[in-house]
């Protein structure tokens, strides 16, 4: 599990379990790759889970009662699972998110860059690691982040770099400034 530390010239930092890298092979599945790689992190903290959605939000929106499952999967069954939701080249239909995190056991939120906050990332990172899908250069991009730091920004495991920091402000340039974003987190 993740921990606090104070290290010398730096800010504070928080750190989970760091993720599995997994290289997305292609530009259309980084997705699929960062999804290998979040499930695999939140089962070696927490094993494989099962559950069921309740409360308000799923009362709302209809899902109350539907059950989820967060098992480890590789990039080759996720593809497969999930075929009706991406494109012929494998990338993710950026509306079908949702729809996977609700059988994975995933809460999240899609907003602008502009409302992305410190101290919202800092909150969320404690409950477990991160699944961001945000805007790159031509197309959107999936990471998962597992720890924060005050000076760094956040610690993400990039499946076309590895494992890379990201300040805020790089979710927040003028290329994806006008870009929807996700952030998912465990249940």
Not at 49 to 63: D, I, S, Y
Request: hydrophobic content about 40%; glycine content about 8%; aromatic content about 12%.
């Amino acid at each position: 599990m993740g921990q606090y530390q104070k290290e010398p010239r730096r800010g504070f930092q928080y750190k989970r379990t760091t993720p599995l890298v997994v290289s997305q092979g292609n530009l259309a599945i980084c997705w699929a790759a960062a999804l290998e790689s979040w499930l695999n992190t939140e089962i070696r903290e927490n094993g494989e889970q099962t559950g069921t959605w309740e409360g308000e939000v799923a009362k709302k929106n209809f899902f109350e009662g539907s059950t989820w499952k967060r098992e480890q999967l590789d990039v080759k069954q996720i593809l497969v699972r999930w075929k009706d939701l991406i494109n012929s080249d494998g990338s993710l239909k950026t509306e079908n998110m949702p729809m996977i995190a609700l059988e994975i056991g995933m809460v999240g939120s899609v907003f602008l860059p502009s409302l992305l906050k410190e101290e919202s990332l800092q909150e969320k990172i404690r409950n477990g690691s991160l699944y961001i899908i945000y805007f790159s250069v031509v197309m959107n991009h999936a990471i998962v982040g597992y720890g924060y730091d005050t000076s760094d920004g956040l610690f993400v495991m990039d499946p076309h770099l590895g494992l890379i920091t990201r300040k805020v402000e790089f979710f927040k340039e003028p290329t994806r400034l006008q870009k929807m974003m996700f952030i998912g987190w465990k249940v």
